[in-house]
Structure formats: C-alpha cells, structure tokens
C-alpha cells in the first residue's frame, strides 16, 4: 500500500513560511488524521518523513548524523530533529508551567499585556439590591511594554567531527542546549516576579523579623512561613520557590518529619509544604529568598518564537557556528498574587 507521505517534496522554503513552522508545513501536506486505523497512526507527519528516509534517531540502534545528509530531501529534516530534541530538553525539569498561569503566543518582540487592579472598595463583596448598581471589574492594556528577550546558544562543530556520531548521543549534547535556555527563561521569570515588568509592579518584599514576619533575622521557622502564608489572603500561596539553602533549611524543620510528607518525597520525589503549596527548589533565586505565589493569577507567559534554528547552516552542514534561539518574556497578572520573602 502506497502512503501520501512517500511522495511529499521536501526543501528549505518549507521553514521560511511566516507563521508557520516546518511541522506545521508538513502536517498541512499529509495530516496526521488520514491515517487513523493504520500501522502508522499515532506518528506526527514528521515521524513519518523519518521512515520514510529509514532514519533512526534514538535506542541502541540510533543511526548517525551522515544519515540525515544521504540525500537533498533528508537532509532538510535535520533542523527540524534538532529543534525538537533542543525543546525536549528545555521542558525536562522545567518549572515554568509550574509557575505561569497562562502562555500566549505573540509575533514580535514588544507585548502590552493587559491588568485589572481592583481598589479597595471594588474588592469589597457587597449585595447587589434591585435596581442597584452592579459593581464593576475594569480591564485595561498596561501602560508599558513588556519586552521580550531571545536567549539561546551557538552549536559549534564541524560535521566531520560529528557526522559519525550516533544521533542518540548527539541529542544528548542538543538537550543540554535546551535545559540552558530553559533556564535563561526562568532567570527572567524571576527578575519579572522581584521587580516587575516595567509597569511598577514589583512583588512585595517581606523579611524574617520586621515585625509582619516572626523570627529573627537569618533563620527560618514555621512560624515565619506561617506568617508569609498569611499575606495572600485573597489569594492562595499554592507555590512556593526557594533556593537551595532555603530547600535545605525546610527539610531540617520538625514540621517535614511528618509520615505523610516523607512517604510522598520517598515514593514520589514530590515535595510538598505542611501548608499545601507546590515546593520548587529554584536555581535562578539567590540565597536565602523564597517566592509565594499564586500560580493561577500570577505570571503570563509570552512566547514570541519557539525553538528557532539557522535552518540553512544545518540543511548545507555549515556547522561551524548554528545558532539555536527562543524568545520569550513574561508579565505580571495580579501584583498581589506574588510576594517574595528573605531570611
């Protein structure tokens, strides 16, 4: 039986499309849904372009790189295997979805997001009598823009010193590119949340022994996180990031030698707090900080490209100097849904 994917002419004009990126392509010319109920369902238009070069990418029996340069068609896959493998390792470990309560994509480098901040009186939860006036909610764009940064890594290596290479290895080295972006992205997650983006709301800063946070100064407690917690109210401290010294002082308080928070940690490696929030330990936050935050109201985050590879350098196996990018930026939803703490 002869497959619609065989005859498909692949070239480089496929990844210029504005707005469209080469999967995207491909799936417009052979859709994934044709082949419901055949050997081949449950693989994406990509996959299928894979079999039908015989290119195999991971396992024992991976193919090598050359394998990809066997012919003019197979050799304009190669990109786009390398941004997959590149976003695979930006999402392994990766925090973000953990932390943003939506993802919207944008074309362009400059997004103006929108805000409803309510004053006191319109958060006050008042009957509303017949023929009364209904409170208001108002939603307006921000005054300032958020900017969106590009953050990536430059491949460079010759194709002699890695066309022999098996492709599983090579992903390996292509992951790590990955989980370096994913962490550039985080770093400015966080530099967002502690000053704001750029429409003066900063999250406010509470510390150990100031009076609204019992203790004293350079030591955690219970009673301190307890406090914190407290400073939500409307909303609900349902996450919380800390660095690594913090994630360590919280695992010596008396309240994680409860059974049940053991056994989820030994069982699942999932921490959790006694005060119910998600525990993330985060590398981009300095020592002795820990964030709160809402995850449902407080971070946008804004994708203005995926995984972007210098397509025509891989395809012509120019590898000197590939540049692998992502742009992306973040916004500030409820300035009250996030609060930062110091010890």
Not at 92 to 108: H, K, N, Q, W, Y
Not at 132 to 154: D, F, Y
Not at 318 to 329: D, F, N, Y
Request: aromatic fraction near 8%; proline fraction near 3%.
């Amino acid at each position: 039986m002869a497959y619609h994917y065989e005859n498909i002419r692949l070239e480089k004009g496929m990844y210029g499309r504005s707005g469209t990126s080469f999967a995207q392509t491909l799936e417009e010319l052979d859709p994934s849904e044709h082949y419901k109920g055949t050997s081949l369902e449950g693989m994406d238009a990509f996959q299928r372009q894979l079999k039908r070069f015989d290119i195999r990418v991971r396992g024992a029996g991976s193919d090598c790189v050359e394998k990809f340069f066997h012919t003019t068609e197979s050799a304009v896959l190669f990109p786009e295997f390398v941004s997959r493998v590149v976003r695979q390792g930006l999402e392994e470990g990766s925090i973000l979805p953990d932390i943003t309560a939506t993802v919207t994509r944008f074309d362009g480098m400059d997004y103006r997001s929108i805000a409803s901040i309510p004053s006191e009186e319109e958060k006050a939860l008042r009957r509303v009598e017949e023929g009364a006036r209904i409170p208001e909610t108002t939603v307006r764009t921000q005054e300032n823009l958020v900017r969106l940064h590009k953050r990536g890594r430059m491949l460079v290596a010759s194709y002699e010193a890695i066309r022999f290479q098996r492709l599983d290895l090579f992903s390996v080295t292509l992951r790590q590119i990955g989980a370096y972006i994913g962490k550039m992205h985080l770093k400015d997650a966080m530099e967002v949340i502690d000053k704001g983006d750029g429409n003066d709301n900063a999250a406010q800063r509470f510390s150990v022994g100031d009076g609204t946070i019992s203790g004293s100064d350079g030591t955690l407690s219970y009673e301190a996180l307890v406090d914190f917690w407290s400073q939500f109210d409307p909303y609900t401290m349902n996450t919380l990031l800390v660095s690594g010294d913090m994630m360590l002082a919280m695992l010596k308080l008396p309240e994680f030698q409860n059974p049940l928070t053991g056994l989820n940690f030994q069982g699942t490696g999932t921490l959790t707090t006694p005060l119910g929030a998600k525990l993330l330990r985060c590398s981009a936050l300095p020592e002795g900080t820990l964030v709160g935050l809402d995850k449902r109201y407080a971070l946008e985050q804004i994708v203005g490209s995926e995984i972007t590879v210098e397509y025509d350098k891989l395809i012509d196996r120019q590898l000197e100097r590939a540049a692998i990018t992502s742009i992306s930026g973040f916004a500030k939803l409820f300035p009250e849904a996030s609060k930062i703490l110091t010890v």
